[in-house]
């Protein structure tokens, strides 16, 4: 349910790329999608409906590097000079959630944030 979600709210989003609440929604639908990864790695079974529904999606964001490049591609989409909030402010709840998550690779991209921006 959660994969289809992620699917259909990305497109959503590249045809009106504002939509802020949309974007909360895509958000969720990564972390659970990544939850239900990680829960699949741990136990080793994978239902074969699941793998096959799961392969069919090629625009599935089930990794926090997919999902990362989605909504930078989503914030040069609307370009600096926009007056579209909703790809930053995206970014910015996706950072906040991967905290509140402790994420392992978080941190590392942390720095990577903090030299970019003391350039």
Not at 30 to 36: I, N, Q, S
Not at 81 to 103: H, M, N, V, Y
């Amino acid at each position: 349910m959660w994969s289809d979600v992620n699917v259909f709210v990305k497109e959503m989003l590249r045809n009106s790329p504002d939509q802020w609440s949309v974007y909360l929604d895509y958000v969720t639908s990564v972390f659970h999608v990544l939850d239900k990864k990680k829960k699949k790695g741990e136990s080793n079974h994978v239902n074969s409906e699941e793998k096959q529904e799961e392969d069919d999606d090629e625009d599935l964001d089930d990794s926090l590097s997919s999902a990362r490049a989605f909504l930078l591609s989503q914030k040069d989409l609307v370009g600096d000079t926009s007056s579209l909030r909703g790809p930053f402010l995206a970014e910015i709840e996706f950072k906040c959630r991967l905290l509140a998550r402790r994420e392992e690779d978080e941190e590392e991209w942390a720095q990577g944030e903090r030299a970019i921006t003391s350039q």
